[in-house]
């Protein structure tokens, strides 16, 4: 029976690196698809306006989440790279960016469901709600940890894929070709039409990164199991009555 060989340190070191590289690439491209119409027109995915009351806030909420993502690619190109030093300096304005991003995300959550309420289809607005809630919430407890743990790569890099692939939804979400099949399939379920995608690309990541370094990564692998559960979490919180009563009196 064959048997997988395992690489050298050095190669699998950069078999690592290069992996983050691609990973990045591929959220940054699914953003842009999905958010094509903002980036090119300022309008919704969907082609319709910007809701004009929390304009501001939704300029804000796309500037902050946008740089983020290239952050990330341009993190992930300094590492491959060998330019160790510009990516910790860089590093800390990425802690900044993060904090900036969960405090708008979370206000941007709750503007959305009391200024724009149609946005939320075919949910309803306090079951939809409870998806920018894991998403932002996600994001910035993965974020954390991988500042946190900033000097110690091998949780640092996880934590910030992590961290990224908790966004990558808000794009794959909005790409018809993805996002029509799987409602369809499901009939407009919750956690399947807006947690699937992000879920699926978190899994090809899991396997493509032991494919290509030789070696599983239980961190990745833990922490992946661990968004899941949070994102099945919100939508289990999404069905109850409580939810729905307390969101009533937050937007009321």
């Known amino acids: 029976m064959a048997t997988s060989i395992a690489l050298k340190p050095s190669v699998r070191l950069s078999a690592e690196r290069t ?16 958010f094509r119409q903002f980036f090119l027109h300022g309008r919704q995915p969907d082609g319709s306006p910007l809701t004009v009351a929390i ?50 995300g979370l206000a941007m959550a709750w503007a959305s469901a009391r ?14 709600l409870t998806v920018p809630l894991a998403t932002i919430l996600g994001f910035g407890a993965f974020a954390a940890l991988g500042v946190f743990y900033r000097r110690q790569p091998k949780l640092h890099r996880p934590m910030m894929l992590l961290a990224t692939l908790a966004l990558a939804g808000a794009g794959l979400d909005r790409i018809n070709a993805i996002s029509d099949p799987i ?22 990541f899991v396997l493509a990164k032991w494919v290509m370094t030789r070696s599983w990564d239980w961190v990745f692998a833990f922490g992946y199991a661990a968004l899941a559960a949070f994102f099945a979490l919100s939508a289990v919180v999404a069905s109850t009555a409580w939810w729905n009563h307390l969101v009533g009196r937050l937007i009321g």
């Open 19 to 34: 992996f983050y590289l691609l990973a990045s690439a591929v959220v940054l491209s699914f953003i842009l698809a999905g």
């Open 55 to 104: 304009l501001p806030l939704v300029l804000t909420h796309g500037l902050l989440m946008s740089l983020w993502i290239v952050l990330f690619v341009a993190q992930s190109v300094l590492i491959v790279g060998g330019n160790r030093k510009l990516h910790i300096t860089l590093g800390g304005a990425g802690a900044v960016l993060a904090a900036l991003m969960v405090a708008v």
């Open 115 to 128: 200024f724009d309420p149609a946005g939320s289809l075919p949910w309803g607005v306090a079951p939809f």
């Open 183 to 204: 409602m369809s399939a499901t009939h407009n379920s919750l956690f399947a039409a807006l947690y699937l995608a992000p879920l699926a690309l978190g899994a090809v």
